[in-house]
Nanobody
Framework: QVQLVESGGGLVQAGGSLRLSCAVS????????MGWYRQAPGKQRELVAT???????NSADSVKGRFTISRDNAKNTVYLQMNTLKPEDTAVYFC??????????????WGQGTQVTVSS
């Protein structure tokens, strides 16, 4: 089994910062693409940012220049540094990872989500 556990969400005022973390554990051979997605009430889940094992990143236009994704391969952890937060960033943030497990099978795994609320 593979588990993703997120942390770091919370309530922050507009203009503030938060750092999300997501640790991947379990029967892992390697972790390929990792990413963050978010889902606001009444809206579809959307991509926030992704990062490859070799640190190539991609992010949504709405967060460019404010959010930074990074990863620590030794710790099987991905981070999302969120600066200059806006009320429209309020959402549940989900961690995602493409994992080669020990079977071996390649699978896509999700965390349980962490709430980020930005007050105006």
């Amino acid at each position: 089994q593979v588990q993703l556990v997120e942390s770091g969400g919370g309530l922050v005022q507009a203009g503030g910062s938060l750092r999300l973390s997501c640790a991947v554990s379990g029967n892992i051979l390697s972790i390929n693409l990792m990413g963050w997605y978010r889902q606001a009430p009444g809206k579809q889940r959307e991509l926030v940012a992704t990062i490859t094992r070799s640190d190539i990143t991609n992010s949504a236009d709405s967060v460019k220049g404010r959010f930074t994704i990074s990863r620590d391969n030794a710790k099987n952890t991905v981070y999302l540094q969120m600066n200059t937060l806006k009320p429209e960033d309020t959402a549940v943030y989900f961690c995602n990872a493409v994992v080669l497990n020990t079977r071996p099978n390649l699978g896509v795994y999700w965390g349980q989500g962490t709430q980020v609320t930005v007050s105006s």
